[in-house]
């Protein structure tokens, strides 16, 4: 398991990413665009979404830093992306059973937005936000997604 700082920004994750990754010297680094994945015919992403990037991480000295572009069709639910509510905790987790023990605990008093479900990208994502309004995600299994994706762009 990990718990890994994750940074949303609002169109300019891949500017961000190619800074940090030179910034911090990153041993690894990837990233995947809403572009990248298969799209649902019945909910398609408007053209200007499909070149931000849905995934990425970046891997320095022993550390990862995780970042994402908010989608401005999701605002509605995740609300603006200010400086400040931009970082969350992400807890990457292959036990299933411990992640939805983990995930059920974090969101007594709090507001679930996703809940824990199946996705393109996981087979078991949610998020939520605690009653401290700290935003979370959960994903069983986020790296074998990231590396899945990179390989088949390449």
């Not at 990425?56 to 509510?85: Q, R």
């Not at 059920?104 to 008093?109: I, M």
């Not at 069983?140 to 762009?153: E, G, M, Y």
Request: aromatic letters at 10%.
């Amino acid at each position: 398991m990990s718990a890994i700082a994750y940074l949303n920004f609002d169109g300019i994750a891949e500017q961000v990413i190619e800074f940090y990754s030179e910034a911090l010297n990153a041993i690894k680094v990837k990233k995947v665009k809403f572009g990248d994945i298969p799209q649902d015919p019945n909910y398609p992403m408007p053209d200007n979404e499909l070149n931000m990037i849905m995934e990425s991480s970046i891997e320095f000295a022993g550390g990862k830093i995780m970042m994402s572009d908010i989608l401005p069709s999701m605002k509605a639910v995740t609300g603006e992306l200010v400086k400040g509510n931009n970082i969350l905790i992400s807890l990457v987790i292959d036990d299933k059973q411990k992640l939805e023990e983990y995930f059920s605990h974090l969101s007594l008093g709090g507001h679930v937005i996703m809940p824990l479900s199946n996705t393109p990208w996981s087979s078991c994502f949610g998020m939520l936000v605690d009653k401290f309004g700290v935003n979370w995600k959960f994903n069983s299994d986020a790296d074998q997604f990231l590396d899945n994706v990179i390989s088949n762009i390449r």
